[in-house]
């Protein structure tokens, strides 16, 4: 039987997105655009994915409700209005649609710089009022103005790309803008935010709010580094720019005129100390805010989401690797194999496991791993604390939780095997290792400690280790049979002759407490234990 997946759209997007979701049967989708808090709250655990753009906040509270929500798209870039951190360690992707709104965004932020340069706001509106102010609103040329862009990422390219049309030199603030890329894009770049400020007839900004970035044009700035009679564009996010301060730069006439599409508050409250400025031009967060950008993010967020819920797709994530159809590829058969690897180590390690170690060989050695890695740790952490709540989003995270460090290696050298995954887990001065690789596509476990074996990776597995003398897998099967337990496969496994034995069962039902026990009354059984991996 098919399943189906419950999606909430909660901000405006697209028709087209819409119709999308309606299209597909393993769909159902509820539109509840501008759902109350309250509302989001009560229904939250409804829905496996919720596209919003940025007015809807899903809150930690929201995702803590949300006991089957996997997925949430951002119809849009920033993400500030959903708590990543939080819905990393519920498992919850969290995935964005970066350059569907890229050009719109470009071109509002132009037409910011453009309109405030010209006052064509308090033009329009001196008109309006029946006034002819010919001589108040002489504006200033860009040609052969210095522009300075903070946050050279596709937005800022974009407006650079604008700003070189209309003869402005430009400067770029990026610290993670190479001097190459800078060089290839036509742009000077500054390493220093201080250093090009006092340069700057313009500033705009197109870089996320985060801790760094809050305030990055703060009343220091605005009073004492900027040019004086400096214009500024904020297109990116309102906490960019302190407003309180930005204010009083305006009212000195350091700060000539600022243009904004975000502000600290949205929708800024009656103490917004802007407002009444003559030099300030308004939009209300109108940046994407055109058909073409909505009919991108809106179709794409539909795709992502859906693709997510229905094949384990992830891309664009702020929160997780991708896992494209090309990845999943590549390394899907290693995913649910480690996994099982992850199951078996917890089954024969000590409990309270301090460190989880994994080491690729061979072709795996040269892929990108961190979801194989993931995987394991997965299987561990669930097999080992019964965290069945773990996915390969919050393992980290979880192990971080639990004290688990994590450490990943890789050879090139894989001995006899095409591909080897090795785990091996430690708690105090004990050490589990197990290792297997995939045989024609066939898992198989190829070592737990020092007993190399050939055993099958799935399903329910018994381990016996014993004193290597005749008669033990008679004694093994004899106790199985009797209480109805059949073995499937059994692969065994000897130091020497006469020394330890292992020997790796598979078996086609789970044997009780009783089976276990009873095998390990037997003098010669050293230890039994059983998982299903
Ligand atoms: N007003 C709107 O409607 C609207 C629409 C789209 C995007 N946005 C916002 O615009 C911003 C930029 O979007 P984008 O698509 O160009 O993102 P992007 O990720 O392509 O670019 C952001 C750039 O900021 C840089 N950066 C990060 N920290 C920095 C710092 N401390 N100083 C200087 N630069 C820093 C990054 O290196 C990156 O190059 C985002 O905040 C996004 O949410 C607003
Ligand atoms: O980050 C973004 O994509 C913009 O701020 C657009 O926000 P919106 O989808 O609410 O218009």
Same mark, same amino acid.
Request: hydrophobic share 40%; charged share 25%.
């Given at each position: 039987?098919?399943?189906?997946?419950?999606?909430?759209?909660?901000?405006?997007?697209?028709?087209?997105?819409?119709?999308?979701?309606?299209?597909?049967?393993?769909?159902?989708?509820?539109?509840?655009?501008?759902?109350?808090?309250?509302?989001?709250?009560?229904?939250?655990?409804?829905?496996?994915?919720?596209?919003?753009?940025?007015?809807?906040?899903?809150?930690?509270?929201? %995702?803590?409700?949300?006991?089957?929500?996997?997925?949430?798209?951002?119809?849009?870039?920033?993400?500030?209005?959903?708590?990543?951190?939080?819905?990393?360690?519920?498992?919850?992707?969290?995935?964005?649609?970066?350059?569907?709104?890229?050009?719109?965004?470009?071109?509002?932020?132009?037409?910011?710089?453009?309109?405030?340069?010209?006052?064509?706001?308090?033009?329009?509106?001196?008109?309006?009022?029946?006034?002819?102010?010919?001589?108040?609103?002489?504006?200033?040329?860009?040609?052969?103005?210095?522009?300075?862009?903070?946050?050279?990422?596709?937005?800022?390219?974009? +407006?650079?790309?604008?700003?070189?049309?209309?003869?402005?030199?430009?400067?770029?603030?990026?610290? +993670?803008?190479?001097?190459?890329?800078?060089?290839?894009?036509?742009?000077?770049?500054?390493?220093?935010?201080?250093?090009? %400020?006092?340069?700057?007839?313009?500033?705009?900004?197109?870089?996320? %709010?985060?801790?760094?970035?809050?305030?990055?044009?703060?009343?220091?700035?605005?009073?004492?580094?900027?040019?004086?009679?400096?214009?500024?564009?904020?297109?990116?996010?309102?906490?960019?720019?302190?407003?309180?301060?930005?204010?009083?730069?305006?009212?000195?006439?350091?700060?000539?005129?600022?243009?904004?599409?975000?502000?600290?508050?949205?929708?800024?409250?009656?103490?917004?100390?802007?407002?009444?400025?003559?030099?300030?031009?308004?939009?209300?967060?109108?940046?994407?805010?055109?058909?073409?950008?909505?009919?991108?993010?809106?179709?794409?967020?539909?795709?992502?989401?859906?693709?997510?819920?229905?094949?384990?797709?992830?891309?664009?994530?702020?929160?997780?690797?991708?896992?494209?159809?090309?990845?999943?590829?590549?390394?899907?058969?290693?995913?649910?194999?480690?996994?099982?690897?992850?199951? %078996? #180590?917890?089954?024969?390690?000590?409990?309270?496991?301090?460190?989880?170690?994994?080491?690729?060989?061979?072709?795996?050695?040269?892929?990108?791993?961190?979801?194989?890695?993931?995987?394991?740790?997965?299987?561990?952490?669930?097999?080992?604390?019964?965290?069945?709540?773990?996915?390969?989003?919050?393992?980290?995270?979880?192990?971080?939780?639990?004290?688990?460090?994590?450490?990943?290696?890789?050879?090139?050298?894989?001995?006899?095997?095409?591909?080897?995954?090795?785990?091996?887990?430690?708690?105090?001065?004990?050490?589990?290792?197990?290792?297997?690789?995939?045989?024609?596509?066939?898992?198989?476990?190829?070592?737990?400690?020092?007993?190399?074996?050939?055993?099958?990776?799935?399903?329910?597995?018994?381990?016996?280790?014993?004193?290597?003398?005749?008669?033990?897998?008679?004694?093994?099967?004899?106790?199985?049979?009797?209480?109805?337990?059949?073995?499937?496969?059994?692969?065994?496994?000897?130091?020497?002759?006469?020394?330890?034995?292992?020997? +790796?069962?598979?078996?086609?039902?789970?044997?009780?407490?009783?089976?276990?026990?009873?095998?390990? #009354?037997?003098?010669?059984?050293?230890?039994?234990?059983?998982?299903?991996?």
């Amino acid at each position: 039987m098919s399943t189906t997946h419950r999606i909430l759209v909660a901000d405006p997007i697209s028709e087209a997105g819409i119709e999308k979701l309606k299209a597909d049967p393993a769909i159902d989708v509820d539109v509840r655009i501008g759902i109350s808090p309250e509302d989001l709250l009560a229904d939250a655990a409804l829905y496996h994915g919720i596209i919003v753009r940025s007015q809807t906040k899903i809150t930690r509270e929201v %995702l803590e409700k949300a006991s089957n929500l996997k997925a949430i798209g951002r119809a849009g870039v920033g993400v500030d209005n959903i708590d990543v951190e939080a819905a990393t360690e519920h498992g919850v992707i969290v995935m964005n649609t970066p350059a569907g709104n890229t050009i719109s965004t470009a071109e509002h932020a132009f037409t910011l710089m453009m309109s405030m340069a010209r006052h064509i706001p308090q033009a329009h509106a001196s008109i309006v009022a029946g006034r002819w102010d010919r001589k108040k609103y002489v504006g200033v040329e860009l040609y052969q103005k210095t522009l300075l862009i903070l946050g050279m990422g596709r937005i800022g390219t974009e +407006f650079a790309r604008r700003a070189m049309a209309f003869g402005m030199r430009v400067i770029a603030y990026d610290p +993670f803008l190479s001097a190459s890329r800078a060089r290839l894009l036509s742009v000077e770049l500054a390493d220093q935010i201080d250093d090009a %400020l006092p340069e700057a007839d313009f500033i705009t900004m197109h870089m996320p %709010l985060t801790p760094d970035t809050k305030h990055l044009l703060n009343r220091e700035r605005l009073t004492e580094k900027v040019k004086p009679g400096v214009r500024i564009v904020n297109c990116a996010r309102g906490g960019l720019i302190d407003e309180a301060a930005l204010a009083d730069a305006l009212e000195s006439g350091r700060v000539a005129g600022a243009a904004l599409d975000v502000y600290e508050a949205e929708p800024p409250g009656d103490d917004f100390a802007l407002r009444g400025s003559e030099k300030m031009v308004f939009t209300p967060h109108l940046g994407a805010s055109t058909v073409e950008a909505q009919e991108n993010v809106g179709t794409e967020i539909a795709d992502t989401v859906r693709n997510q819920l229905v094949d384990g797709t992830v891309v664009n994530s702020v929160n997780m690797p991708s896992i494209d159809p090309k990845t999943l590829e590549e390394i899907g058969a290693y995913l649910t194999f480690t996994e099982s690897l992850g199951r %078996l #180590a917890a089954t024969v390690a000590p409990r309270n496991a301090e460190r989880f170690r994994i080491e690729y060989s061979g072709g795996l050695s040269e892929k990108d791993t961190t979801l194989v890695t993931r995987a394991g740790l997965k299987g561990l952490i669930d097999a080992a604390w019964g965290d069945t709540e773990i996915n390969y989003l919050n393992a980290p995270a979880n192990a971080k939780r639990l004290g688990l460090q994590i450490t990943e290696s890789k050879q090139a050298d894989p001995g006899e095997f095409t591909d080897l995954i090795k785990i091996i887990v430690t708690a105090g001065d004990q050490t589990t290792t197990v290792a297997g690789t995939l045989f024609g596509g066939k898992p198989r476990v190829v070592l737990i400690n020092d007993h190399h074996v050939e055993g099958k990776a799935e399903g329910n597995v018994l381990i016996v280790e014993n004193n290597d003398q005749p008669g033990m897998i008679g004694q093994m099967g004899s106790i199985l049979g009797n209480h109805g337990v059949n073995i499937a496969h059994m692969a065994l496994s000897r130091s020497g002759a006469g020394e330890k034995a292992l020997v +790796f069962i598979n078996l086609d039902s789970t044997p009780s407490d009783e089976v276990l026990d009873e095998l390990r #009354a037997q003098p010669s059984i050293l230890s039994a234990v059983t998982a299903e991996i």
